[in-house]
Nanobody, 120 residues
Framework: QVQLVESGGGLVQPGGSLRLSCAASGSIFSINSMGWHRQAPGEQRELVASITSGGITNYADSVKGRFTISRDDAKNTVYLQMDSLKPEDTAVYYC??????????????WGHGTQVTVNS
């Protein structure tokens, strides 16, 4: 079994910063792409940022220039550095990973989410 566990959420004032972490554990052969999504109350889940195994990144327009995604393959961990946070960034943030449990078994796994609240 593969598990993704997020951490680093919390309450921050507008203009502040947070760093989210997501660690994958369990039966892992290799990890392909990883990403961060978010879901605000009453809204659909949306992609925030993603990173391929080769380090190619992709960002939602709303976070470009403010958020940075990175990964540490030695630790099976993906990070999301969030700067210049705005109230509209308030949401539950979920990480996902396209993970090979064996050379032939691949699934898209999700974490349980971490709350980010931007409020003065």
């Amino acid at each position: 079994q593969v598990q993704l566990v997020e951490s680093g959420g919390g309450l921050v004032q507008p203009g502040g910063s947070l760093r989210l972490s997501c660690a994958a554990s369990g039966s892992i052969f290799s990890i392909n792409s990883m990403g961060w999504h978010r879901q605000a109350p009453g809204e659909q889940r949306e992609l925030v940022a993603s990173i391929t195994s080769g380090g190619i990144t992709n960002y939602a327009d709303s976070v470009k220039g403010r958020f940075t995604i990175s990964r540490d393959d030695a630790k099976n961990t993906v990070y999301l550095q969030m700067d210049s946070l705005k109230p509209e960034d308030t949401a539950v943030y979920y990480c996902n990973g396209v993970i090979y449990a064996t050379k032939w078994q691949v699934n898209n796994y999700w974490g349980h989410g971490t709350q980010v609240t931007v409020n003065s």
